[in-house]
Each structure stands twice: as structure tokens, then as C-alpha cells.
């Protein structure tokens, strides 16, 4: 049966493929046009995110020693360099493991203020924007309240810390603390420790274990 | 005294018998004497105590009157002018708390700012919140240690846990209470009325997660660290021998603060908002983080969700 029908197969295959190059030039023309349209310094700009609510920041620039950065710097050569630092700053710069430095994120120029990965300029009390450049995923979930310290209500208008308030941008890393007082052990009981708690993780027990195919070799 | 005895007599062990009796009877005078008649109150405050109703079965005026005891009676024991209140629910509103377990680091501000802000007795054991110290690489429950003291946290091997009422939306704790004592209100939160709780503990048995506490004592606190801002279903001055828990801090969330433990996390880890907005924080991070609940399996609907990222 199968023989005496014509193939169609090839037939159909041809015009697929007719198909899936015109396709492919239609979107392609398609592109080229809307690349023309859109002017793309416009379409580069972030400027947040749609539908995330509208917060206040709390100011950052009154908590700040050196600020503003000018008084110095007005009547220093501006070096970009990439070098040690020491004198007034800290020479050690605890971030990004020598991936940048003091102009990754502070201004060459205008020294009040710092500057993007596009090199816009940034206030000192819109840190996030710098900040956001490389974590995006932590500024995103800090624009809808998913990270970050919110203040006073949960309601009406929501004001939070800035990225600095938290992480010292020159060294992140939150350090430790002592911990407030332990809850006080119930009356006539004693304070067991160590016999739940501290368990030993479950792969230790394999951690000495005798290797089973060392000794079938032997044999 | 000693000449009647010697008599011998009927008569002299009859006398001894009643001066005996009589003087018990001016000690037992001069020790109630000494004590503050009514426990402190006025005989009709007391008597409208002993026949206040359950909370849901008082009309408005009731309720007023027994506000107004609750402030009479915090002055004359802790001698403050408390602001009792009884903020309603606000409508479209069913509370929702979520915490970042990678942002918590076990600093136990929130168990602090609890105790002061609900005015719980300094030196009482009781705490609405306990942080768990969990081993890196295990979730189990029973290996947590909430007494730990070390000399800095966050430890290493160690995350912490916080853990509280979970506001659960089918709670077991309001079914296994005999005299309907506790319940959920419209916003979600589960509330006891001190005054109706008989403290049976039914209640704190039927928890799976410890958030009810029984108060052995009548809590001590210092009368300028009272906080005066309270509610007839939170944070007012308790009797004692009922049980207790975290109620989200009713008095501040229904006016949209945010609870005390939120506002004393210094890490931002606790989010706490409003579930049927949907453009709320909670929301966002049930829709966009990976949460889950203690105990889901036990379907007790928690309103109380972690999540790591």
C-alpha cells in the first residue's frame, strides 16, 4: 500500500522550510526597525523597577565623617591611577576581592559624588544605585521588601535603610556581636547542653570507614 | 496565764481555749487589715470583675468599663497610667509575617524588644520568642539549642531560627480550648482573653510549636519601663496563672506599626504585612522566594513563613 501512494514527504518538508526563511527574514527586518526607532541611550537608563512601591530612603550624608569629599579633594591632583591607598582612608579596601576599586564606584571629578557602571552620577544618599550595578538581584528584592531594614510602619508609607546604613561599602562583611542575654533555664530544671545539640553530622560515620573494594583486591 | 493552768479546773482550759481563739482571731483581723481590700480595687470594680463575660459576649459599654478597670488596676499595682485600648481589626487585612533565615544572626533583639514592649516580668522565664541555634546541615528541631551564649554570634556551623506564634489559620491550640477563651480575630491573629482563660493549659498542649506560655508569677517590672500603650487582647497587665503568647503586637499593627521584634531586627531578616494586598512585601516574597513553614505537614496553616536566599 505504502508504495503505490505518492511521498509527500519531501514535498512538505520543502515548504517548511520555504516557511522558516521567510520567518526568519520577517523578524529580522523587524529588529533592524525597531533598533532604528528606539533611541538606545533612552532605553539603556535604568530607572527602577516598574510596580515596586514607593519608599523613602532614610539620608545617608549626615552620618558621614569625611563628607563632603570636596573639602580635600578640591586641592588635590585627581589621580586615576589604580595604587595602595593610605593617609585618611582606609588603605584596605575589604570588597569585591581586587575585582574594583575607589573608582568603580566614587566619581574621578566631582568628588561629593559617586558614579555608576555607566558613569552617572550618584548622591551619597543614593548609594543603592551604585550598589545595584553589580547585585541587582539583592537592590530588586530590597525594592520590594524583601531585603533590607523597613522602618516604623508596615503600613501607608514605607521608609527604608540604605545599602550603607547596613554594609560598609568598603568592607561588607557584617561582623559579629554578642547576642543579648540566653532565656533563663525553668526553675528546678538543669540546663542540659550537648546531648542533642552538637550531634556529629551524619557523614562523619563514612568519614574512617574502610574502603569494602581494597580488601575484595587483596583477596 | 500560768495561775489558770495551775487551778486545774474545767474552767481555767476553757479560758485558755478562748483567749487562744480570740487572740488568732486579732491576728487573723490585723493580717487582712494590712492587705488592700478587694485586691487593690474598689468593691464594685471587684465585683464587676468576678462577673465580666467572655470578651466576644461584651457589648460595647462593657468592654469600655473593663478598660477603664485595667487602667485603674495596672495604677495601683505598678502605680502607671496605662492606655488600655481595644483597636478593631481593619477591614481587607489578614496579617502575614515572613523571616530570611540567611539574614538572621541570632543576636536575640527581637526576644528583648518583645519582652519589654508586652510587658512581660523581667525576671519570669517567659519569652513569646525563642532564636534556635541549628547545626549547618540539619533541620531537625530537637537538635536546636535556644540557651546558647556564646561571646559573638553568628557562630560558625551554627544558623539560627527564630521562633514565635505562628498565627496558624486552622489553629489547634483555639479547638482544644474548653471555655473558648482563645480564638482568631478577622485579621488572623489568635488572641486570648486573660480574664476568660481559667488556665487549664489545654491549649499550650495542643501547640506544636511552643508558642503559648503559662505565667507562673504576676510579672515584675520596673514602673518606668511599663509600656503604657496596650490592648485589651495583647499586651495589657495579665492576672496571673492564664496563658499567654505573641498576638503580633495588636496594639501596634492594627494602628500600622510594625511589631516590636520586626522593629528591633537590626538584619531587616523579619517581613511582616498585609496577605491580601497584593502588592504587599509578604507577597512579594511568597511569590518570589522559595518559603516554607515548621510543621506544614501537621495542617495547621501557618501564617508564619521562612525563607533562605
Not at chain 1, 568628588?111 to 539583592?138: I, K, Q, S
Not at chain 2, 528541631?141 to 544558623?159: A, N, Q, R
Not at chain 2, 496563658?243 to 496594639?251: D, G, S
Request: glycine content about 6%; proline content about 7%; charged content about 25%.
Amino acid at each position: 500500500m505504502s508504495m503505490s501512494r505518492p511521498d509527500y514527504r519531501g514535498v512538505g518538508n520543502k515548504i517548511a522550510r520555504t516557511l522558516l526563511v521567510a520567518l526568519l527574514f520577517c523578524s529580522a527586518l523587524l529588529s533592524a526597525m525597531a533598533q532604528e526607532s528606539a533611541e538606545p541611550s533612552q532605553a539603556l537608563r535604568f530607572e527602577g523597577y516598574p510596580n515596586a512601591p514607593e519608599v523613602s530612603v532614610l539620608p545617608r550624608k549626615d552620618d558621614l565623617f569625611f563628607y563632603p569629599c570636596d573639602q580635600c579633594h578640591e586641592s588635590m591632583e585627581p589621580n586615576p591611577a589604580v595604587r595602595p591607598l593610605n593617609a585618611m582612608h582606609d588603605s584596605a579596601l575589604e570588597h569585591g576581592r581586587g575585582r574594583i576599586w575607589c573608582l568603580s564606584c566614587h566619581d574621578l571629578e566631582n568628588r561629593n559624588f559617586l558614579t555608576t557602571l555607566l558613569h552617572e552620577l550618584v548622591d551619597f544618599d543614593e548609594a543603592y544605585l551604585v550598589c545595584g550595578g553589580c547585585h541587582a538581584n539583592r537592590h530588586r528584592d530590597w525594592s520590594f521588601g524583601a531585603h533590607g531594614k523597613r522602618v516604623a510602619n508596615w503600613q501607608g508609607e514605607r521608609t527604608v535603610y540604605n545599602c550603607t546604613h547596613c554594609h560598609d561599602p568598603h568592607k561588607p562583611a557584617i561582623t559579629a556581636r554578642a547576642p543579648k542575654p540566653a532565656p533563663p533555664v525553668r526553675a528546678g530544671l538543669k540546663l542540659k547542653r550537648g546531648t542533642n545539640h552538637e550531634a556529629s553530622p551524619s557523614w562523619e560515620s563514612h568519614q574512617n570507614q574502610e574502603d569494602p573494594h581494597e580488601e575484595l583486591e587483596e583477596q | 496565764m500560768s495561775d489558770d493552768t495551775r487551778s486545774g479546773d474545767d474552767g481555767g482550759n476553757f479560758d485558755k481555749a478562748r483567749r487562744k481563739f480570740l487572740r488568732g482571731l486579732g491576728i487573723g483581723t490585723a493580717v487582712t487589715a494590712a492587705q488592700p481590700a478587694w485586691g487593690g480595687q474598689t468593691f464594685q470594680d471587684a465585683f464587676a470583675d468576678f462577673f465580666q463575660t467572655d470578651y466576644r459576649r461584651m457589648s460595647t459599654d462593657e468592654i469600655e468599663a473593663a478598660l477603664k478597670r485595667i487602667e485603674s488596676k495596672a495604677l495601683s499595682r505598678y502605680g502607671v497610667e496605662i492606655d488600655c485600648q481595644n483597636t478593631p481589626p481593619q477591614p481587607g487585612v489578614v496579617y502575614g509575617y515572613a523571616i530570611n533565615i540567611s539574614r538572621c544572626q541570632g543576636y536575640r533583639d527581637c526576644v528583648h524588644a518583645c519582652v519589654k514592649e508586652n510587658n512581660l516580668g523581667r525576671d519570669s522565664q517567659m519569652q513569646y520568642i525563642r532564636v534556635l541555634e541549628m547545626d549547618q546541615g540539619d533541620f531537625n528541631l530537637e537538635h536546636s539549642d535556644h540557651y546558647y551564649d556564646p561571646e559573638t554570634v553568628p557562630v560558625e556551623g551554627k544558623y539560627y531560627l527564630p521562633v514565635q506564634c505562628m498565627q496558624c489559620d486552622d489553629p489547634p491550640c483555639v479547638k482544644a480550648c474548653p471555655v473558648q477563651a482563645t480564638w482568631m480575630e478577622p485579621d488572623g491573629i489568635v488572641v486570648v482573653d486573660y480574664d476568660w482563660c481559667i488556665g487549664c493549659r489545654y491549649c499550650m498542649a495542643a501547640c506544636p510549636y511552643w508558642a503559648r506560655h503559662f505565667n507562673w508569677t504576676i510579672p515584675e517590672i520596673p514602673a518606668q519601663e511599663m509600656n503604657t500603650n496596650t490592648h485589651y487582647l495583647g499586651n495589657r497587665p495579665r492576672p496571673r496563672g492564664v496563658v499567654e503568647k505573641c498576638h503580633f503586637c495588636i496594639h501596634r499593627t492594627r494602628k500600622g506599626l510594625q511589631p516590636a521584634c520586626m522593629e528591633a531586627c537590626p538584619t531587616g531578616a523579619r517581613i511582616f504585612g498585609n496577605l491580601l494586598d497584593p502588592d504587599s512585601e509578604m507577597r512579594y516574597v511568597l511569590a518570589n522566594k522559595q518559603v516554607f513553614r515548621l510543621k506544614e505537614d501537621l495542617g495547621t496553616d501557618p501564617k508564619f513563613w521562612y525563607y533562605n536566599d
